[in-house]
């Protein structure tokens, strides 16, 4: 047969037989009223105040700036808004300067392309304007001829075409040129004694200068 252990009264120790106190059988000490420190065996307590007065003032620092931040965010994208504006603003006055003075210039060249022209084509028509002068100044210029002439001077003066110079004007070199030069004690200034060819201009213009001969007053 085979031994069993003997079963040992609670409370001894199984190697010497010596009493002990099992930890079930120790209960949970209080923490103390003065030190406020758990006593051993019990769990330590929170004293920590639940708020404080820094946790509000900062709760209400931060609420204040949530609540302030979409003001300042309108402000900002206002302050965009407006200098966005004034950009597009001068980008535009800019554009319509740039316009105005490209019409401007646009005009400009159109007149002068304009101007050439006529000049062009109505200096090609001076040597007949001469030939009909001579006719004229000799008695040639008659019936269906005249008619002709007549109508030819008309249509070179509808664009400004006119003509100048004549027997007795006072010389001037700006639209005159002298062919030869004479001396008579009738003239007190340099003055224009035959035109061999009229002179033309278009408006302010000159087409061709006068060629003519001229009288010196004497000295």
Do not use: C, W
């Not at 420190?37 to 509000?56: K, L």
């Not at 709760?59 to 004034?86: F, K, R, Y």
């Not at 030069?181 to 000159?206: C, E, K, L, Q």
Request: charged letters at 30%; zero cysteines; hydrophobic letters at 30%.
């Amino acid at each position: 047969m085979t031994s069993t252990p003997e079963e040992q009264p609670e409370g001894t120790d199984p190697a010497g037989g010596e009493p002990f106190e099992t930890p079930s059988s120790q209960s949970p000490q209080e923490p103390s009223e003065e030190t406020g420190a758990p006593r051993p065996g019990g769990p330590p307590e929170d004293h920590t105040p639940a708020h404080s007065f820094g946790d509000e003032a900062a709760e209400m620092a931060n609420e204040t700036e949530v609540e302030g931040d979409p003001a300042q965010a309108a402000s900002d994208e206002l302050v965009l808004a407006q200098t966005e504006l004034a950009e597009r603003t001068l980008d535009l006055q800019r554009l319509q300067a740039e316009f105005l003075n490209y019409k401007r210039r646009v005009d400009r060249d159109r007149e002068l392309v304009k101007q050439n022209a006529v000049f062009s084509v109505l200096t090609g028509m001076l040597p007949v304007l001469d030939d009909i002068d001579r006719a004229r100044e000799h008695g040639e210029v008659e019936g269906g001829f005249k008619a002709v002439a007549d109508s030819l001077e008309r249509t070179v003066t509808a664009p400004g075409l006119t003509k100048f110079g004549a027997k007795g004007d006072e010389f001037d070199p700006n639209v005159h040129e002298a062919l030869m030069h004479g001396h008579s004690p009738d003239v007190t200034t340099t003055t224009v004694d035959v035109v061999a060819h009229a002179g033309y201009r278009i408006g302010d213009r000159v087409v061709r200068a006068a060629k003519v001969t001229v009288l010196d007053p004497e000295s």
